[in-house]
T-cell receptor
Framework: AQSVAQPEDQVNVAEGNPLTVKCTYS??????LFWYVQYPNRGLQFLLK??????LVKGSYGFEAEFNKSQTSFHLKKPSALVSDSALYFC?????????????FGKGTMLLVSP | DGGITQSPKYLFRKEGQNVTLSCEQN?????MYWYRQDPGQGLRLIYY???????QKGDIAEGYSVSREKKESFPLTVTSAQKNPTAFYLC???????????FGDGTRLSIL
């Protein structure tokens, strides 16, 4: 069975400071990993994915994520946080396939960026 | 996501009543998914469909039913057997392989 852990319910950071939102995963084989962001009363928006290749993945809105196979982690990062980055962030994993496989989500981390 | 339309945005259910949530997509994706979101619990998979006229149960299918008569549509019925239906329901679609899922803006279901 596959699983995702987001160990922090909430992350607080001051605007302009770097941010990290943590994610660890468990899956058979090489993982497909995803980060999504959710604003209040909205659906999830895709930020970035890791499939294969470079361990540092760049995505939307200046976000990036670092894949670490030995630590089974996929932490989301941004060099300089904005107040508008305040939202709920989800990490997700699924097993690799050329077809479809189900996606497993973490419980989410609320990011609060203070002015 | 403009390509996935969920309606209504808010829905109220009376005791003993079945209600149906609509999900329509124009992304031409074969696969469609229904998730339930509760505070602090992330997203949990209810049902999914990879092709018309076929669907599979997810992790929490009890008390729910679906149909997939058209590629564009994947309605979810919350039956009276679902004793705790209050939640935010999200529909998603996907292309095959390593593509991300795309989400609608959700329906919030509450009990009257």
């Amino acid at each position: 069975a596959q699983s995702v852990a987001q160990p922090e319910d909430q992350v607080n950071v001051a605007e302009g400071n770097p941010l990290t939102v943590k994610c660890t995963y468990s899956v058979s084989g090489n993982p497909y990993l995803f980060w999504y962001v959710q604003y209040p009363n909205r659906g999830l928006q895709f930020l970035l994915k890791y499939i294969t290749g470079d361990n540092l993945v760049k995505g939307s809105y200046g976000f990036e994520a670092e894949f670490n196979k030995s630590q089974t982690s996929f932490h989301l990062k941004k060099p300089s946080a904005l107040v508008s980055d305040s939202a709920l962030y989800f990490c997700a994993v699924r097993a690799p396939t050329s077809g479809y496989s189900t996606l497993t989500f973490g419980k989410g981390t609320m990011l609060l960026v203070s002015p | 996501d403009g390509g996935i339309t969920q309606s209504p945005k808010y829905l109220f259910r009376k005791e003993g009543q079945n209600v149906t949530l609509s999900c329509e997509q124009n992304l031409n994706h074969d696969a469609m998914y229904w998730y339930r979101q509760d505070p602090g619990q992330g997203l949990r998979l209810i049902y999914y469909s990879q092709i018309v006229n076929d669907f599979q149960k997810g992790d929490i299918a009890e008390g729910y039913s679906v149909s997939r008569e058209k590629k564009e549509s994947f309605p979810l019925t919350v039956t009276s057997a679902q004793k705790n239906p209050t939640a935010f329901y999200l529909c998603a679609t996907q292309d095959p392989g390593n593509q991300p899922q795309h989400f609608g803006d959700g329906t919030r279901l509450s009990i009257l």
